[in-house]
């Protein structure tokens, strides 16, 4: 496995679904939107969710890959999600065009990070 580092983000974050986004500030750091025929989804700092989700779950954890992450490159958002899935540590990932995030939730981090770390990603 090429080095790999994994950066823990230290907000904990929300995951909501939103009827529009008129209450959401896109500018703020870490707000994560998504939108398909049939629904708006919202990630966020639990402290920016806004008040009109129609469902929201409090209580994620993030890490980041870091550096930007050519599109060439294959199995690195596998072989970690790959790595939690055997440790029976579920995850919600984002990617951006720079590179991927995963979050778990809080009561799990702890577990996902001493794993990954076992399995060879430098974690800061």
């Not at 983000?9 to 995951?15: A, R, W």
């Amino acid at each position: 496995m090429e080095s790999i580092t994994l950066e823990q983000l230290t907000q904990t974050f929300s995951v909501c679904k939103v009827p529009d986004y008129a209450d959401i500030d896109i500018d703020q750091p870490f707000v994560f939107t998504g939108r398909t025929d049939e629904e708006k989804s919202l990630v966020c700092p639990v402290a920016l969710a806004p008040e009109n989700t129609v469902s929201r779950d409090d209580g994620w954890k993030a890490f980041r890959i870091c550096g930007q992450l050519d599109f060439s490159l294959i199995g690195i958002l596998a072989g970690i999600s790959g790595i939690l899935a055997s440790n029976e540590v579920g995850i919600f990932a984002i990617s951006t065009y720079n590179t991927d995030y995963i979050l778990t939730r809080e009561e799990n981090f702890a577990k996902a990070i001493a794993v990954l770390r076992e399995a060879g990603y430098m974690v800061v």
